[in-house]
Structure formats: C-alpha cells, structure tokens
C-alpha cells in the first residue's frame, strides 16, 4: 500500500544529484586533427555547448548499452566526448578532439548508431568529420560480460587516421566566405552517407554529403536557398544563383528528421519563419511564420531573434513534434506543433501547444514526445530547471526542479572548531566540489608556481593544508601572538582559499545542455566540468522544498486522499518553511551539535524555539501562529508526515544476491552489473545524502513547531488537553526518534570511508572466517575505482546493490524496460531502508566491519546509542570487533558481554550462533560465547579468553561437555601464559576424564619443556597421581633420553612423595636403558650416576623391603604410543601378557654398579672403548679392563662377580715381558696404565723404571690376592716362561714356599733340567733340615716329626732325562747321590719310628 502511494508521489518534481568526479587527473586522451586549413579572418566565437546520445537498447537490462550513453562539450577548436555507463565502469571512456583553426559550430555535433558501429559526425566551420568506432554489442559479441570493467568505444579512437579523406574533408568554397556559419546539424542517411548542414552568413542552407564510410566517393556540396525570382511557396528550389542577399533567411537554428526515406530539414529563421525542407526534393515543403502563434507580438517582427531554437522529438504513436523557442525580451514562448502530412506530399503544422515562461536567459531545452524540460540562467547567474507535459497540462504550470545550489558563501565555525578541519570537511566532503576546481584555487593560491598533476585526493588534501598553513606563516611578522589572534589568521587565510574554490566551482557549474533519454526517460544536466543527473523528488521532500509561489499554490499532496487533511499538510509545511527561514545559521549549529554530541533533541528545539522567542523582530512566531489556526485537525496532519518520513519496514531483503531462481543465467549477469558503476554508485549514495539532509531539516522543524504548539496549547487548539496529550507523548517523541535517525543516516552518508592496507583486509577476514561470516553478502569485495569513498558508497556497492536489484525485480518482469524514475527512487528508497536504524536489517555495519572501517563503525555505534533500542546486542558486538581492532581488550570483552543477553532475539547474533557446526554447545549464549572465544584466540588475547570462559562456564552449570570445553580452553590460556597453579586449577576442575587426561599430558609435556620441574613436583595431583607417573613413565620410555628428563623428573617426584622404591627403579630403569642407546662416555658417566642413586634409594628402605622389581629384556621397553594389536578376527587382543619377572636386591644392584663404573673407567681412559663397553658382559669387561692395562677395575669386577682371577694375573705378567724386553717407547706407555692402578707406597731410594713398577704391581697382587696352591702364581710363572723370561728371584721364592713340586712340573716341562735339578737339589736339603722355611716345611725330616714326602714322579723323570744325556751327567749323579743321603735318612728316621713304637 505505502508502496504504490509512493510511486504515485513522485514525478510532481524532479531534484538534481551532481555526480562529481573525484579522480584528480584528467583522463581525456587529446587527438589533433589538422587539415592545413588556416584560421578564417574575424572568426566569430560561439558559446559552449553540449548534448548528449542514448543508446537505443539503453533501456534493456539485458543489452550491453542498457544504462549507456555518451555526452559531449564543445568549446572553440575542441570537443569533449565521454561515454558513461551506469551499469560497468568503462576504461578509456573520455576524449578530447582538437580541430586545428576551426570552430565547432553550435549543434556540430551528432551521434548515429548503426547495426556494427557508432558514429560521431562533427562540423567545424571549415571542416566535417566523421569518427566510425565498434558498436558496444559487436565489441563484445560472443562472451558473456561479467567484468565491473568495460572498454569504451573509445578504446582505439587513436588508432583512427581522422585527416584521411574517410573522415574529414574541407568545405568546399569556405576559404572565401567572408564569416563563419552561424549554426549546424550533421545526420547519417540510410544508406550511411554523412550530410552536414550549415547555415551560410549569406542566408540558405548547404549540406556537404560524405559517401558512406566503407565505400570511396566524392565529396558534394548542396545549397537549398530562396529563388529572387518566385515568390510563391512551390517557387523553392535550389539554386546557386546569389540573386536575393537579404539576410531575412538567415538560419539561426538547424534540425533535421528522416521520414519515408527522405530527410527532412527544419530551419527556424531570422524573419521568424520555420522552413521545411525535403532533402530528396530539394524543395522546400512547408513555411510557417512563428509570431502567428504568439499572442502580443507587436513589434517582435522588428527584433531579429537571435535566440530563437528549434528542438524536434518523434515518437510512433504521436510522430514528429516541432518544439520552437522564441525569444523576446521579458518573456519566452515554446511553441509546440506537430507535422501533419496531407496529400499530393503536402505538409502542415498543427498547434499542440504554447508554453510561457519568464526566464531571461535560455540555455537549452530538450523535447519529447509528451515534456519539455529547459534550463535558464537567472540575473544572479543561477541556473534554473524546469519541465513541462504540454499534453495534459492545461494550466500551463510547469514543474520544479530543484537544482543543487553553489556551496556555502561563508562557512560558520563554532567556537570549540578549529578552522582548518572545518574547511577541510566542507571542501572535501563529497557533495560540494569537484576536485578540478579544488586543483584550480590551489593552482592561483600558489600563484602558479607549478603545476598540479596526479595526485590522489588524499595528497591533494595535504596540498591543499601545505598551501594555506604557508601563505598563513609568510604573512605573520610578529614572533608572539595570542590564541586567539592565530585562529583569526586562520579563518582568514582558509576563507580566502575558499572564496577562491567558491568562484572556480561556480564556472565548473555553468549549465551547458539538458538531455533526455526516450527509452528510460533518464534526465541529465550537463554542466561545464560535471554531469548531473535529475532523480525525481519524494513527496515529502517536495513539499518541503518548493518554492513559495508553488507551495501556495499547490492545492492537493499526494501523501493523503482526504482533500481537507491535505489542506492541513500543506498549511502545516508553510509554518514549518516559516520557522525554517527563522532559523539562523548560530541556531541550526547548536541543534546540530546537539545532535552530534547526543543530547536530547527535544531539549535542544527548545532552545532554539526560546532563541526564537527573544529576538522575534519581525513578528515570525505571530505569523506562524496566525496560520497555526487556520489548521483544522493538526495532529493528523503530522501523523501524515511522520509515517511519510518513517522508513521502518517489517519485510527484509533477502541476503542473496540479485541470483534470483527463475532468471535466466543472461538476466543474473546482467542483473549482478545493474547500476553497478562509479557514477551510478556515487549518484545513488549521493540522493540519499541529500534526502536526509532535507529530511533531517524537515524533522527540526517540525520538533521546534511542535514545541511551539505546547507553548501556545489552547490558543490554537480547538480540541484542547487531549490533543495536547497526544502531541507530547506521542507526535514529539516520534520527531525526535526520527531527527536522531536522518541526523546518523545524514552523517554516515558523508563519512568518508578509510583506505586500508590489504594486509589487515586479510587479517579482518581471517577473523570473520573464525566467526563463520566470511561468505556472508556484506562482504563480496568489489571495491570501486573511486578513491574517495563515502560509506553508505562501500556499502553500496558491496553489499546493498544486490539485495536491493534482487527485491525490485522479484517484483517485475526482467524483460521490461529499466525505467529511470522508478528504478533511481526504489533504490535510493531502499537503501534508506537499509540504512534505517530501527529496521532489523544489520548489513551496514557488518559491512563496515568486514571492510575494517572501525573509526566509522565506532562513530555510528555511538551515534545511534542512546536512542535506538533495536540490534543493541549486535551493535554492542560491533563495537567489542572495533575495540579489538584498536588493541583495546578489555572494552572489547566488555561489549561481548553485554552483547550475549541478546542472542536469541537478533537475527545477525542468530546467524552468528547458527553457524556452528558442532553441536556441542546446548544453547545459542553457549554456542556465542564459542565463537567469540574462537575470535579473541585469533587475535591472540589469552587473558581475555580466560576471562570469557570462566563467565561462560557459569552458563553451561548443566551441560557437561560445555563446561568440559571451557575447562580446557582456560587450562590451555594459562598454561600458554605461564600460570602453571591456574592451570592445574583448571585441569582438576574439568568435568571430562579424557579431556583432563589431555590436559594432564600437556601439562606435563610443556612444563618439562620449559624446565619448571619444581611446580610439575609439587603439585599434589590429588586422584590423578598414577595418570601422572603413567604419563611421564611414557614420556620417558618413547623418547631421547639425553634430550629429555622425564627420568630424573619421575624420580624426583616419587622422592618428593618418599616413594623411595619407586625412584630407584626408575633410575635402575634409566641405567638399563643408557648401557642399551647411549653408548658414550657421557652416557655411561650418567649411568653411574643413576645405579648410584638407585643404591642411596634402596638403602634408605628397611633391609626386608629393599628390592625391585626388573622386568625381563624388551617387555619394559615397547614402544609408547604403538597402536594396540589385534588378532586374526581384527579385535583387539585380551590376553594378558606373561613377563617374567626378576626381584633385584641391593646386591644386585651394586653389582650392576660395580660394572658400569668399570665401564666408565674403561671409557675415561680409552674413550673408543665406550661404544663396546656399554653392553659388554663382567666377563668380557674384564678382558677389556686387562687389555687397557685397568688392572684394579679388572681384580674389582672379579671379586665382585666371583670370577677367576687368572686372566688379570696372565695379562698383566704379559704386560711384564712386553715391558722387559720392549724398548724406550713401551717403557713411557706403560706409564699411563700404571698410573691408572693404585701401587703401594713403598719408599724406593733408586730410581725405578716401568718395567719394575709393573713388576711390583704384579708382586703387590700376587701378596693381596693369595689363591689355594699358588694358583696365580702358576699361571705367572706358566706365563713366563712359555714366552722364555727367566723368573725373577721374588717370584721363585715365593712360589717355592707354595708348591716346590708344581715349580718342578713347570721346570720339567720347559726343559729346565739344571733349575729343576737344583730344585730337587734344594727340596731335598729342606727336608733334611737345611733351610726348610724357604719351601714352606714348618718341620724336616725327623722321627718325631710328621711325615714329609717328595714329588717322585717328578723326580723320577729328571733322573730319567739327566741319564739320557751325557752333557749332564755330574748334575745327574749330585742327584742320585743327593736321594740316597735322604733315602738314607729316611730308612734310619723309619727304623726309630717302627723302634720307638
């Protein structure tokens, strides 16, 4: 309903939205055309002028020219050509034709479109032109246009040769002419021919004709002029004859039409005739004196009306319409006739209308089939625009339109203002000036000092600070002045670079054309450096707006039907333009700074209605009052207005994209580009500021009368209290809501978005992404090519546009025509909507989030604050983003917080909460509190995270997964923060085993990294203290371990908890496992270490508990972190695997001790030892310790594993012989070794060699060291000689008081006849009493003693031997003789025996 009233409220008038360039540099592309022609003495110059060219399929969405046009300027020898789409931005798009010494003729310019090509006709007064170029279609013909970028027909203009004979030629005979033709037209023929028709100083027309443009062919020249012969109407003919000079038929204004394959030319002449002329004929058709159709022509014949104009418009239904000008002095007439064709080829006009108007000066006008709309300059240089419909306007009224006025002559600076910033706003806000005149000012500011080129508006703002701030400090003298004398200078200085900006902008603004579009009936203003487009005007606006001979005169507003309401409405908006104009600029400021520091608006109109009130000199609030009265139903007259300014909707565009299902995949593209360009973004977003400006004055208006009414109450109230009631509970509220949302919607639309570096676009989406927002509509990325953006522009164009297309045409036919007025209003009408605070819609500022527009977002939250109560939540969300964004934490978690009591009511915190895809939060606060905690883990915030989780987990009291998560998040921060006590606070206070069980594991894991072993003891692990020994048990078993400690910690935590046991097995553990993987001196050192601690822990236990358990060989090892096994079924396997186990005592224990300090003895003294060492047997240790000459460590291992000490005794006796008989350099070695086993300290006065030390080191053991029989020194002297050294005489002596008879075995079996024999010599003195304490015999032989015996066997082979040789018979015979002496006494000793018995 409100729809269609709003549809029918438009196109009463018409307001104008400049769309202003904002690039710095110039972008035309200058092309020179010299034909050698020289200059024409006394050139007459021509006015600027304009025109533009519609597509034809401009108005089909799916066309590649929907929405397209091309515009020119010409100005003396140049003419400037743009093409502008509306849909894509089109790149090499604006071109400069210089014509070197010729002058564009006014209406020289025209634009044909053929099937393959576009073609400008241009005519100078010397020359014509013609430029072919590519037809948008064929240029891009086959592939679907997808680009936001576009190239313009003029993409390859350069490469045209335009001085060829195909493009230009002189005119024929105008060397000669004595002036300049006065005006022109050019058209295209069916047949592609180019006629040119100029209008000679002498009078008659002459149309120069260039063949069509693929085909060569002369250039002809033809005259059409009046015989001086005939006077009747068929006597026109052409002729070159010069017959009649009068200068009556001097053609001021040229327009031509193609019907039934003829050309028609219409020339409105000086003598204020309108001539037809058939260009096939040659003839001319129809002549019709102007002033018949002007009333009170007196003496308008007289006058030669050089202003006269002639416009055409043709349409199939109403066919060809003739719109003349006349011009006369006060007053203007547009005269509208339409040609009638009768028989025989006979033609006729037939008035349709005349139109008055009182303007001075006429600019332009443009015609169509049902308006004319025509443009004036004022006495005060102003531009002034209007239309008319001639065909059912009958009161001759014409229609406002309310162009944009100049910027500001002066600029009110609050006192809490600094000047530069304020200027600076003005000058580059987007609606006021382009920055060419900007560039201007700068330029004559410098005095021209250099010249201005690229550079983006950014820098140009700095240009333009440098620019003032000098000329400010080159002017001061003094070196001291007060504050308030520098902010005078100033305001000087910046209003004087104003006042500069003001003049340039002014000429920028000189209106040149008006033109209008047929198809889409799309209005434009083509100014001197911009062009402007006309929007229609919403009722309200319009209202508000007109001017005051409209205003009083209107009789009906389209906003009601009831006729005696709308009288009211109207009456109540004339009070509002009363209090309007009563308002001074000093007051408006204070209710805008109201406003913008976020006091009550009421308050403030207040105020300013008591400002009002104290200086009402001119009796305004009596005037208002007076009319006040003659209002009959007040109250429903601004219940009218303020639901025509609410734009609160409960329907919400929907989130996707214009892809609407239905549509053809032709009709979304072309649907995704609709008014998708620079210009068409910059207009919309542009119209939105301007009605909210408007709106936003309407709204204080409307609040300061209400305010008034209070104050008058029953004086102009018929109904009294009630109604008074209603006024300050409902009707001021609602005004006041409403000023607040124009004001921010006012605000945001001129807030110029901030450039932001890529890398923290990157950034931003990355936290969206955390967020699950990153494929939401707001931030598909199609930034434009305008620098400056505003927001509302970003928005646009990001995010917007698409819904809006979307919604518009789900509601028509993609196939029907883009109508200008209807599309402009919907979509400027529903980006307000968008932008409506109280609406549900939150895509502005989410798209303001994703482009990381923070400043803006943050300014916007604040200003709708306090007054808006809808999307708080959301809004509180924006704002923790913003602070997040400015390194601001904690404000940041304080807004997330505010902003979770609104999660189940707003649909953005829904969509936000909806996306999770595990399900593992039970409610939608739960599921938010995730997400921002996600996002807070982005941007890398650990104590905010902290913070959040432990006030979520007051929220999750019932859910135990939940509570789970947080736990562990919190555990995580703190751990990650080096609170290692919180961090196990957390970890025990976790619901979940298997998420504690993690918890444990890291805990452990990162505080061994990092050392803390002292907290990683001490906490009492209360219920978890077996997790904990299994975790670090397998921590151990899987990893290096020189790398890593988990050994020692284990040891130290069971120590810490007296579990003295437990230690040492883990350090027996981590002994076993250092012989078993490092095989190095460190490594064995360690080993040491570790069976030493080992030992200390078990001796600290009562003797009956000292033991440990040892596992067998690889079951202590498996692998940690192995999968488990399964068997053949694929199950996992039960059984439980059988280990042997072994019970080790302290014996054991300093056993494996004993042997792995050998081992390290070894490796300290020979180093490529410790590889072997590390896993050698104590058997195969002592053969290692004996070979290295570590002798001790070797009698040490032995002793301690029982073993036989021959083999120590043997190498060392070798190390003996290799001494005795090696040389000098044996001798030094043997040093090393002997250094390395403790000798007795015996005082030697003589020095000693090696060789002896190694003998006393081998004597010394054989004293300490004694074994049953002379074991050892058997295998000595067995060693001894069986490498042939003779036997040292200690060596002999003390083995003989061992075993005599095993010496004489030894001597036998090496063949030492002569020491046996002396042996046996002496053994047998012995036993007779003769030194018998040598061989060990306590008592000789005697009766009384014990029996004594002798080795026989021995003896007897001795004998034997001796016998056999003849060298040794005398040793043989001492022998004999010796034993029977002792046989002797043997028998005599044996009688006394058997005697004394």
């Known amino acids: ?536 005007c919403f009722a309200v606006d319009h209202l508000y707006l007109s001017y005051d001979e409209y205003l009083f005169s209107e009789e009906d507003t389209p906003l009601t039907e009831d006729p005696e309401l709308g009288r009211d409405v109207l009456q109540l908006v004339q009070c509002l333009r009363v209090v309007s104009d009563a308002v001074s600029g000093e007051m408006a400021y204070e209710m805008e700074k109201a406003l913008e520091h976020l006091q009550s608006p009421e308050r403030a109109a207040e105020l300013v209605l008591e400002t009002l009130l104290s200086n009402d000199n001119e009796s305004v609030i009596e005037d208002v009052q007076n009319k006040l009265q003659d209002i009959r139903n007040p109250m429903a007259a601004m219940m009218v207005l303020l639901r025509e300014l609410d734009l609160e909707t409960d329907s919400e565009p929907g989130p996707e994209g214009p892809l609407t299902p239905g549509h053809s995949l032709n009709v979304r593209i072309s649907l995704s580009q609709l008014f998708g360009s620079s210009s068409a973004v910059s207009v919309v977003c542009q119209a939105v500021c301007h009605m909210t400006m408007t709106r936003a004055l309407f709204c204080r208006d409307l609040l300061i009368l209400q305010k008034l009414y209070l104050r008058f109450g029953d004086n102009v109230f018929l109904g009294g209290g009630a109604q008074l009631l209603q006024l300050q509970q409902d009707l001021i509220p609602r005004s006041s809501h409403l000023l607040s949302s124009y004001h921010l919607l006012k605000h945001i639309s001129q807030s110029i978005a901030s450039s932001v570096p890529v890398d923290i676009l990157d950034a931003n989406l990355q936290h969206l992404t955390v967020l699950e927002l990153s494929d939401s509509p707001a931030l598909s990325s199609n930034r434009s090519v305008l620098s400056p953006q505003t927001v509302v522009e970003l928005f646009y164009q990001t995010a917007a546009r698409k819904m809006m297309v979307s919604q518009i045409f789900s509601q028509q036919q993609s196939d029907s025509p883009l109508h200008w007025s209807h599309m402009t209003s919907s979509l400027v009408h529903l980006l307000a909507q968008l932008l409506w605070p109280n609406n549900p819609g939150f895509q502005f500022p989410e798209c303001l989030m994703a482009n990381c527009q923070y400043t803006q977002l943050q300014e916007y939250v604040r200003l709708i604050g306090p007054w808006c109560q809808v999307n708080v939540g959301s809004r509180r969300f924006m704002l923790g983003q913003c602070y997040l964004a400015n390194g601001e934490g904690q404000k940041a978690l304080q807004c997330f917080q505010e902003a979770a009591t609104e999660v189940e009511k707003e649909e953005f915190l829904m969509r936000l909460t909806g996306s999770e895809e595990d399900e593992a939060a039970s409610t939608p606060r739960l599921q938010y509190y995730n997400k921002v905690l996600r996002l807070l883990e982005d941007v890398g915030l650990p104590e905010l995270v902290i913070q959040l989780a432990s006030l979520a987990i007051t929220e999750a009291a019932n859910d135990v997964n939940s509570q789970a998560a947080l736990w562990t998040r919190i555990f995580k921060h703190h751990l990650d923060l080096g609170h290692n006590s919180e961090a196990y606070e957390a970890l025990t206070q976790n619901p979940d085993c298997s998420m504690q069980l993690d918890c444990l594991r890291q805990l452990v894991v990162v505080l061994c990294e990092r050392s803390q072993l002292q907290d990683l003891v001490q906490f009492p692990y209360v219920n978890l203290h077996d997790e904990v020994v299994s975790i670090i048990e397998s921590r151990a078993r899987g990893l290096d371990l020189l790398a890593h400690n988990y050994y020692e910690l284990l040891y130290a935590f069971h120590i810490n908890r007296h579990n003295y046991r437990k230690a040492g097995t883990v350090m027996f553990e981590f002994g076993m496992r250092l012989g078993r993987e490092v095989r190095t001196r460190l490594g064995l050192q360690k080993q040491v270490n570790c069976y030493l601690a080992a030992l200390n822990c078990l001796r600290l236990i009562r003797p009956e508990y000292a033991w440990i358990v040892q596992p067998t060989s690889g079951a202590v090892y498996e692998r940690p972190g192995a999968s488990p096994k399964r068997n053949s079924d694929g199950e996992f396997s039960t059984e439980p695997v059988r280990r042997q186990v072994d019970i080790l005592e302290l014996k054991d224990l300093e056993k494996e001790y004993i042997l792995s300090r050998s081992r390290l003895t070894l490796a300290q003294y020979h180093p490529p030892s410790a590889a072997i060492a590390g896993s050698a047997s104590a058997m195969e240790m002592v053969a290692l310790l004996v070979q290295t000459g570590l002798f001790d460590s070797a009698l040490s291992v032995c002793q301690t594993f029982k073993l036989n000490l021959t083999s120590v005794f043997e190498g060392l006796t070798f190390k003996c012989i290799k001494l005795q008989f090696g040389g000098e350099e044996s001798q030094n070695e043997a040093w090393s070794w002997l250094a390395a086993n403790q000798l007795s300290s015996v005082v030697n006065t003589k020095e000693s060699s090696a060789t002896d030390e190694a003998w006393r080191l081998l004597a010394s053991y054989l004293d300490r060291f004694p074994s049953s029989n002379g074991r050892h020194h058997h295998c000595v002297i067995n060693k001894l000689l069986s490498h042939g050294v003779p036997l040292p005489d200690w060596l002999l002596k003390s083995y003989k008081a061992v075993d005599a008879a095993c010496l004489l075995r030894l001597f036998l079996n090496f063949d030492l006849l002569d020491a046996a024999a002396e042996l046996v010599l002496e053994y047998v003195d012995a036993l007779l009493g003769r030194g018998h304490q040598y061989f060990g015999i306590e008592r000789p032989l005697s009766a009384t003693s014990s029996s004594v015996w002798l080795p026989y066997t021995s003896i007897d082979q001795l004998l034997q031997t001796l016998n056999e040789t003849q060298t040794n018979s005398s040793i043989y015979n001492k022998v004999r003789d010796k034993l029977d002496d002792y046989h002797k006494l043997v028998e005599q000793t044996t009688k006394r025996r058997l005697i004394a018995r």
């Not at 170029?133 to 490469?159: A, C, I, W």
Request: charged share 20%.
């Open 1 to 536: 309903m409100r729809k269609e009233k709003m549809a029918a409220s438009l196109e009463r008038s018409f307001i104008e939205i400049c769309g202003f360039e904002r690039e710095t540099v110039s972008r035309f592309r200058e092309v020179t055309v010299n034909l050698g022609v020289s200059a024409l003495p006394g050139g007459s110059k021509f006015p600027e002028s304009a025109g533009a060219f519609h597509y034809e399929e401009s108005g089909k969405l799916l066309s590649v020219t929907s929405n397209r046009f091309i515009y020119w300027s010409t100005s003396g020898d140049t003419v400037q050509l743009v093409e502008q789409s509306l849909d894509t931005n089109l790149l090499n798009n604006a071109v400069k034709l210089k014509f070197t010494h010729c002058t564009v003729l006014p209406g020289g310019v025209a634009i044909h479109e053929t099937l393959n090509n576009v073609i400008i006709l241009v005519c100078t007064n010397q020359s014509v032109h013609r430029l072919v170029l590519p037809h948008p279609s064929r240029m891009y013909r086959s592939e679907l246009v997808t680009e936001l970028h576009m190239q313009s027909v003029f993409t390859d203009v350069g490469k045209l040769s335009l001085q060829d004979a195909a493009h230009s030629a002189i005119i024929p005979g105008s060397a000669g002419q004595t002036g300049s033709p006065s005006t022109s037209t050019a058209w295209l023929s069916q047949s592609g021919e180019a006629h040119y028709a100029v209008a000679p100083p002498a009078g008659g027309i002459m149309v120069v004709t260039l063949p069509p443009h693929d085909s060569p062919g002369p250039v002809c020249v033809l005259e059409l002029r009046r015989s001086s012969m005939m006077q009747r109407l068929s006597g026109w003919m052409p002729s070159a004859m010069r017959g009649d000079q009068s200068p009556a038929d001097l053609v001021l204004s040229l327009a031509v039409k193609e019907l039934e394959e003829d050309s028609f030319v219409f020339a409105l002449c000086q003598d204020h005739r309108l001539r037809m002329w058939s260009f096939r004929e040659q003839a001319c058709l129809l002549e019709a004196d102007m002033l018949d159709y002007m009333p009170a022509c007196r003496g308008v014949k007289r006058l030669s009306g050089q202003g006269h104009r002639l416009r055409l418009a043709f349409s199939a239904s109403t066919g060809l319409s003739v719109c003349v000008y006349l011009s006369v002095p006060h007053r203007g007439q547009f005269t509208l006739l339409q040609l009638v064709a009768t028989d025989n080829q006979r033609y006729s006009l037939d008035h349709i209308s005349s139109l008055f108007s009182s303007q001075e000066t006429l600019v332009d006008f443009a015609v169509t089939s049902s308006d004319v709309w025509a443009v004036w300059v004022d006495e005060s240089n102003s531009s002034v625009v209007k239309y008319i419909n001639f065909e059912h306007n009958t009161a001759g009224q014409w229609n406002q339109v309310f162009v944009q006025p100049p910027p500001e002559e002066e600029i009110h600076i609050g006192v809490d203002q600094d000047p530069r910033e304020t200027y600076l706003e003005v000058l580059f806000s987007p609606l006021r000036f382009t920055a060419s005149a900007i560039i201007k000012a700068l330029q004559i500011f410098r005095r021209g000092s250099e010249r201005i080129s690229d550079v983006s508006w950014e820098s140009l703002k700095k240009e333009v600070t440098l620019a003032v701030e000098n000329e400010l400090q080159s002017s001061v003298t003094e070196f001291e002045f007060s504050q308030e004398e520098y902010r005078q200078l100033q305001v000087e200085f910046w209003s004087r670079f104003y006042s500069c900006c003001l003049q340039y902008q002014e000429v920028q603004s000189e209106p040149l054309s008006v033109t209008v579009n047929q198809n889409t009936g799309l209005v434009c203003l083509l100014r001197k450096g911009f062009v402007s487009f006309l929007l229609p």
